[in-house]
């Protein structure tokens, strides 16, 4: 099965940027879409944004113009461009894929979670 690791978390400034990574492994698998959510502490988990295998992305209301999700198909890895961050952007960040696991010519469509990378903003 396929596993996500999350990388680039840590302690910034407000106004001060960060990027995270999101590589996948495994076998015989081919991502589709890919996102970053987030998790406050005392709040829901929500999405923060979300990438197609073509490319197509779509950002939560909070983070559109400071935030940018990409991806590099060839190495199956993600990442979220943090720029002008706020103190209310504290929170833990997970990355999240969708894909197709051949099982030796049995494909199943899955979903895996990564472990989750602490994003902390000071004022």
């Known amino acids: 099965q396929v596993q996500l690791v999350e990388s680039g978390g840590g302690l910034v400034q407000a106004g001060g940027s960060l990027r995270l990574s999101c590589a996948a492994s495994?076998?015989?698998?081919?991502?589709?879409?890919m996102a970053w959510y987030r998790q406050a502490p005392g709040k829901q988990r929500e999405l923060v944004a979300r990438i197609t295998s073509g490319g197509s992305t779509n950002y939560a209301d909070s983070v559109k113009g400071r935030f940018t999700i990409s991806r590099d198909n060839a190495k199956n890895t993600m990442f979220l461009q943090m720029n002008n961050l706020k103190p209310e952007d504290t929170a833990v960040y997970s990355c999240n894929a969708g894909y197709l696991q051949d099982d030796l010519g049995v494909y199943r469509y899955l979903e895996v979670w990564g472990q989750g990378t602490l994003v902390t903003v000071s004022s």
């Open positions: 495994g076998r015989r698998f081919s991502i589709s879409t």
